[in-house]
Every structure is written in C-alpha cells, then in structure tokens.
C-alpha cells in the first residue's frame, strides 16, 4: 500500500510521510490516519500544471476502504474463532464423568466389563468381534448378528474361551481284562479302557 498510495513529485516530503506510515501502528485506525496524512501531503505538494486525476483519487480512497474492510472483517473472525473455542471447551466439560467411544483396538480390564465398538460403513447381514490377547491368540469370539451401518457398541465381560470336551453316558454290561488294562463294555459305545471313564453317575 506504502508504493501505491505515494505518487508524490516532491521526494523530501513523500520520504518523511512513507516513514510515517512505517512507524504507524498495524491497526486499522492507524492505518487510515497514515493514509490520510499521505494523501494531504499529496495533495498539497502536487504540480500545479498536472494535478492527480480523479481516477487515482477514487483507486486510492477504495484502497485504505478496503484495507479497513479487511481489518473489521478480521477482527470478526477472531471474534468468532474466540467464541467457538469458549464453546468446544463447555461441551468438552460436559463428557467428564461419561464412557466415550473413540479409535483404538486395546481393551483394558478393571474386573468388570469393558465397552468397545466398531463402526460400520453400511449395514452388514452379520457382525463378528474377535478379542485377541497380546499374542495375537483369539480369546473370546462374539457373534453380534446383523447390524444397521453406523456405530455398534458391545460389551466383553472379560471372559475368556474355555476349552470343552462332549461326553456321552453308557450303561457298563461287563469288565474286561486283557494284557493287564482294565477296560469295560458299554453298551452303544463298545470297549472302553478304564483310564477314560471321567465319571460314575
């Protein structure tokens, strides 16, 4: 603005007002009355014979407007910035207390049960949640059936998969004795070696 505003034939007076403007404070208040100051002294020390055409006093009346404009409209947006932060920190204040579900993929047990979530781009017919430990070793696997897109929260009650073995009940008919094993007869099952009798009901 300093180049453009300073059309002056006078270079002793056009220097002194560009130190002027140099020294005056950024503010818009500031800035205009530099402005002001500059244009006056261009005023008065124009030529006589080749005065400033109007066109150039109009572009450099627009120029210290907009520059105005501009410092209003940034100190607006400050304004705005300012109230928008006050805002995020109120509604931050309000979540202390409450369970939030955020990205990540480590579960933490405090002996009782833990919420997580996934979060589903589009529905899907059938959702299944594998919890692994650190290892990599699946622990506990949860089937949560189909779910509509969006956020699905779930909860793992920190249990961990047992390992199962199915047995079945026979009536014993008789003992046997070969090669110095124990065995018994069950019926519907055959020979069974007495070291895999679990229990007697």
Known sequence: MTTTAVQNSNATNATTAVGALGAASSSAAS????FLTLLVTQL???????????SQLTSQLAQISTVNGIQQMNTTMQ???TSYSAGQSLQSASMIGHQVLTSGNGLTMNGS???AGIQLGGAASGVTVQVLSATGAVV???QLGAQPG?????QWDGAQAVDATPLVAGTVSSVT????????NVNGLGNVPLSQIISIL
Do not use: E, H, K, Y
Request: glycine letters at 10%; proline letters at 11%; aromatic letters at 2%.
């Open 177 to 184: 004795l070969s090669g110095g094993n124990v065995g018994v």
């Open 113 to 115: 049960p833990v919420t």
């Open 150 to 154: 969006g956020v699905v929260p779930f």
């Open 31 to 34: 800035i205009q009355n530099s």
């Open 140 to 142: 506990r696997t949860l």
């Open 79 to 81: 304004n705005l910035a």
């Open 44 to 54: 008065q020390n124009q030529d006589p014979l080749n005065p400033m055409d109007n």
